[in-house]
């Protein structure tokens, strides 16, 4: 086993509880943690034998552009998206933050860490 790691990925979206959040926008940051057997592309040195880094970055790309109200929803999408691409996909781990939340205080980001093993 071993894992894939796409860590950082930074979009300004429309997600939020709330219709003005909706309207203005906001910045996120998307973790994605691939949990796969990777010994087959490690001896052949072959992108075809592994999950391609930057169809993982398409598909949390396009689910960041449609509107959502909850982060654990982006999550879960994310999630689901990645499974139906990938069968060789063991486990994922997708965490979704939102800087700046609208709580009425001081706060840098609200997070959501959503896991699933197949």
């Known amino acids: 086993m071993g894992q894939i790691a796409l860590e950082g990925m930074e979009f300004f979206a429309y997600h939020g509880h709330f219709d003005e959040e909706q309207k203005i926008g906001n910045k996120y940051n998307i973790d994605v943690f691939i949990d796969t ?4 592309p490690a001896s052949s040195d072959n992108l075809k034998d592994t999950i391609d880094y930057g ?12 509107k959502h ?14 499974k139906g691409k990938f069968s060789s996909v063991k486990k994922i781990s997708v965490e979704v933050s939102k800087f700046n939340p609208p709580i009425g205080g001081v706060c840098h980001r609200a997070k959501v860490k959503l896991e699933e093993s197949f």
């Open 37 to 40: 057997d990777l010994s087959r």
């Open 69 to 82: 109200r909850l982060l654990e929803h982006v999550g879960h999408e994310i999630i689901d998206d990645i």
């Open 55 to 66: 169809k993982i970055y398409e598909i949390v790309k396009l689910v960041m552009s449609k």
